[in-house]
């Protein structure tokens, strides 16, 4: 058969795909296409007037000292709550998958719930929390005795981006979470019987059964909670719009400042700033892709 009988022959299948394809499309291909032309452009986004000056904004990002401040920050967050995330929910999960836990269902829930809440009001929410001025938080803290004056959490830069990972961490703990449940479901219970079977207590099976058996998941789960940990743009810009003084500028933010939020807006700026951000994500992505080739091959090596 050929190709062109083939195609005719799966016409309702292609069918039911245009509308995906058109949406895919409009949001994704085209607006990485516009990204790009904007990127050359000397464009504040409202006037007529669009100069195209080639490469002269990427020069002006390799020379920006904020955008590699930004780009720094955003890597420290990864750098620090990643491996947090990760290691304590699995901690959790190992705790949760217990069959024999009461109200484990309820648990789950309840560490789910902030996944689901909109990050802006989360944000907004823990700016009142973190108030120096009567926040719950240090009104605990002078209850206690453990400090004698209002610590300022996001007014100091000391202390900001330590606050934003805090708060970072417990929005998106649930789903790093449930990453580590789906992935202690594959585990077969016959392999749990063997072991007790021979001889091995709760820690020998969770040293020689469980994490022997969850290391491919570590790099699948660790990586996709590295992307989605670069993406801290509306946290940020709730709960302290990139300052004080930079500290906690992430590069979402400095790019949403460089192309709408400036008294003179710059989106092509903000656009070439926004395809340097988008390539690194790119290259998380394909270290992601060769880590699940590399974890399959364990899994099916073991």
């Keep these: 058969m050929t190709r ?3 195609i005719w022959s799966e016409r309702w ?12 499309g409009a949001y994704t291909v085209w607006p990485i296409i516009s990204s790009l032309y904007y990127s050359m452009l000397d464009w504040n986004g409202l006037g007529s007037e669009r100069p195209f000056i080639g490469l002269a904004n990427y020069r002006e990002a390799f020379g920006d000292p904020l955008f590699w401040k930004s780009l720094g920050i955003t890597l420290t967050v990864i750098a620090v709550t990643v491996p947090l995330r990760v290691g304590l929910s699995l901690l959790v999960a190992l705790i949760l998958n217990n069959p024999r836990l009461p109200l484990a269902k309820l648990f789950r829930t309840a560490l789910f719930v902030p996944v689901v809440t909109t990050t802006a009001i989360i944000g907004v929410v ?3 929390i973190f108030d120096p001025a009567g926040g719950p938080v240090n009104q605990f803290l002078l209850d206690l005795g453990i400090v004698d004056q209002p610590i300022d959490f996001l007014g100091d830069p000391g202390t900001s981006l330590w606050t934003v990972m805090g708060v970072h961490m417990w929005k998106w703990f649930g789903i790093t979470l449930v990453y580590w449940l789906a992935a202690l479901q594959t585990i077969p219970v016959t392999v749990y019987e063997a072991a007790k079977t021979d001889g091995a207590g709760v820690w020998a099976s969770l040293r020689h059964v469980t994490l022997p058996l969850l290391k491919p998941f570590l790099i699948i789960i660790a990586l996709l909670t590295a992307i989605e940990t670069m993406q801290i743009f509306d946290l940020v810009l709730t709960m302290t719009n990139g300052g004080p003084f930079f500290s906690t500028l992430a590069t979402e933010v400095y790019i949403y400042q460089q192309a709408f939020a400036n008294s003179t807006p710059r989106l092509g700026y903000g656009a070439a700033l926004g395809v340097l951000f988008g390539l690194l994500t790119l290259a998380f992505a394909a270290i992601q892709a060769v880590g699940i080739r590399y974890a399959n091959r364990v899994r099916s090596s073991s």
């Design 126 to 128: 823990m700016g009142f």
């Design 13 to 24: 299948a292609y069918l039911f795909l245009l509308p995906t394809l058109l949406l895919f």
């Design 4 to 6: 062109a009988r083939r």
